[in-house]
């Protein structure tokens, strides 16, 4: 199944005795991984939805702690090399963020000691942890979504709301997609899309390569912070659609307002489990406060991540559609 192959990639990621150990996975496991986290001198753990697997030094399922393999520096370190091609020095900018993004847009997240230089990271070392995290697109996530987003050739102003591990990533990378290829079921014609990838989590860059389908019209500047991101592709790209993710703080706000003046419509994401929530973030109150956005999309998990449990009208505040589409 496609979806066990795309999960399979992070075993090149693994040194052998690990990679034995996940290979005696079923494909009903693998269809769902949503991560593989190694710890040091802590046990293998294998996130699934709701609930996690531990492995013994045989690749076997057990129930408790002191029976699950712990990983070891060595397991870490031989993890490390081949996540980052036996160079830390090539990956050295993303490690400062936390993470590396590897072949097929899986991301690594990294830990252990940072080296600051002032108030920033200069580099990590002495590496404690590693999470290898699987990217998935589920291509139509957003089919159910996207009338809402459209005004006959126009993209509403749309604002992705939702606590962590909801679908956001997966709904936002397909809204790019269906408006950069068009809609003809909607009579919508696929448009220029100008897609900012802070933490390549989106397009899922590997060496400055979209690994995911993010439309043919779509422009991708990864790895950059959102407002300057969004004000290079403004400036030099030429879009009628700015898609980006995570926005929270005062520059990210800025920018947006100045995507918006020039007649460009957005497209981002929040992290907040409800409106009410969102509206104790100052940011977000202010730019909420104004009526910028036109569409507010709240996703949950009450059928499954992506699911949307209510789109309201940003403008109005009003609710046009409470709880019944499915999820990604």
């Known amino acids: 199944m496609r979806e066990s192959q795309t999960a399979r990639g992070i075993l090149n990621y693994l040194p052998p005795n690990l990679r034995g150990l996940l290979e005696g996975l079923p494909d009903s496991a693998w269809c769902h991984l949503e991560e593989v986290r190694l710890r040091v001198n802590r046990p293998i753990m294998i996130n699934l939805p709701g609930r996690e697997l531990l492995l013994d030094g045989r690749g076997q399922v057990v129930s408790n702690l002191a029976d699950a393999y712990s990983v070891s520096a060595d397991d870490l370190v031989r993890t490390l090399q081949l996540v980052t091609g036996s160079s830390l020095y090539a990956v050295e900018e993303e490690l400062r963020a936390g993470y590396v993004t590897v072949s097929g ?109 993010v439309g043919p019209r779509t422009d991708v500047l990864d790895a950059c912070p959102k407002a300057l991101g969004m004000l290079i592709m403004l400036r030099a790209m030429a879009p009628q659609v700015i898609v980006s993710d995570e926005i929270g703080r005062t520059e ?77």
């Open 105 to 213: 847009g899986h991301r690594v997240g990294v830990v252990g000691r940072t080296v600051m230089d002032g108030d920033r990271i200069q580099t990590l070392k002495q590496f404690t942890a590693l999470n290898l995290r699987i990217s998935r697109e589920v291509t139509g996530a957003a089919d159910s979504l996207m009338p809402y987003l459209l005004d006959r050739k126009r993209v509403r102003h749309t604002l992705i709301v939702s606590p962590p591990g909801c679908g956001k990533t997966t709904i936002l990378r397909d809204v790019a997609r269906q408006v950069s290829n068009g809609i003809p079921a909607l009579g919508f014609p696929g448009i220029t899309v100008g897609l900012v990838d802070e933490r390549s989590e989106l397009a899922g860059c590997y060496r400055g390569i979209p690994q995911r389908d």
């Open 252 to 328: 990210d706000v800025s920018a947006l307002e100045e995507v918006i003046n020039a007649g460009v419509a957005i497209i981002s994401t929040a992290h907040a489990a409800s409106l009410e929530e969102l509206m104790h973030r100052p940011v977000l109150r202010n730019i909420l406060s104004i009526r910028v956005f036109e569409r507010l999309v709240m996703l949950g998990r009450s059928k499954g991540p992506g699911t949307v449990e209510k789109i309201v009208n940003g403008r109005t505040m009003q609710v046009i559609s409470n709880g019944d589409c499915g999820g990604a």
